[in-house]
């Protein structure tokens, strides 16, 4: 026996929403209802590599869209069980269209290996090893669903088709980020090897060959180079 409670939308003064209210927000306007399950599965599927916030917050941030009437919620019962669907409103629609016409944030890393492999000095090779499992790990995380997902939408058979020729750039920047954590992993646990047979001289020479080296792929702008600011790490 299914039952349905009637859809609410309650439009309340508006206020700055959140990024990931915002993210869940243009997903609504994707289709047409979304069961909240589906919501979690898109966020965990895509979205979590790159706005992992979303994820655990996606029904407070759902149930507010709705207090302020810019998604409705109709929920029903079947099998027994309780179901809760979305669905963005007109005014959610133009909430969605304004916030892409403000300047985005700037991009932030977040990165808890990288920290520790910072502070490598204070701790030990078994300490820093583990950080660099886990950038390895994230690193299989993004290309193992990037496998499924891209070959979904290959074959033409991905649940948003439609949307290919924007989440192919989501594709490629994810693809390249995942790469790089792990060639930069291999890279540094490389380095690391190769310390006990180096005085601590060598290790500096070698460091700052490395750094020189890197310069060398992007170097400066021709009017920048004699006076330009300069960033210190």
């Known amino acids: 026996m299914r039952s349905v409670a009637p859809i609410r939308s309650i439009v309340k003064p508006m206020a700055r929403r959140t990024t990931t209210a915002n993210a869940i927000l243009g997903l609504l306007a994707l289709r047409p209802s979304w069961p909240v399950y ?3 599965k ?3 599927r895509n979205m979590r590599f790159f ?11 759902a149930k507010a869209l709705v207090e302020r009437g810019l998604a409705t919620a109709e929920t029903s019962v079947v099998g027994g069980r309780r179901r809760t669907t979305y669905a963005i409103t ?3 629609r133009e909430a969605v269209r304004s916030w892409l016409g403000t ?3 700037p991009t932030a890393l977040a990165c808890e290996p990288l920290l520790r492999v910072f502070l490598h000095d204070l701790g030990d090779r078994a300490q820093v090893d583990r950080a660099l499992d886990q950038v390895e790990a994230d690193a299989r995380a993004i290309l193992d669903v990037g496998r499924v997902v891209g070959s979904e939408y290959v074959a033409g058979t991905a649940p948003f088709q439609d949307q290919v020729h924007v989440r192919a750039f989501v594709f490629d920047f994810l693809t390249n980020h995942a790469l790089m954590l792990r060639g930069w992993a291999e890279r540094t646990r490389a380095t690391l090897d190769r310390w006990p047979d180096l005085t601590p001289e060598e ?4 460091a700052r060959d490395t750094i020189a080296q890197t ?3 992007y170097p400066a702008p021709p009017e920048r180079r004699a006076g330009g600011p300069r960033t210190r790490a």
Not at 51 to 61: H, K, M, T, V
């Open 51 to 61: 706005w992992p916030r979303a994820e655990s917050r996606i029904y407070d941030e």
């Open 215 to 217: 310069l060398q792929r």
């Open 103 to 105: 300047a985005p944030g």
């Open 90 to 92: 007109d005014a959610g």
């Open 38 to 40: 589906e919501l979690t």
């Open 42 to 44: 898109q966020l965990r």
């Open 203 to 206: 290790r500096t020479a070698a």
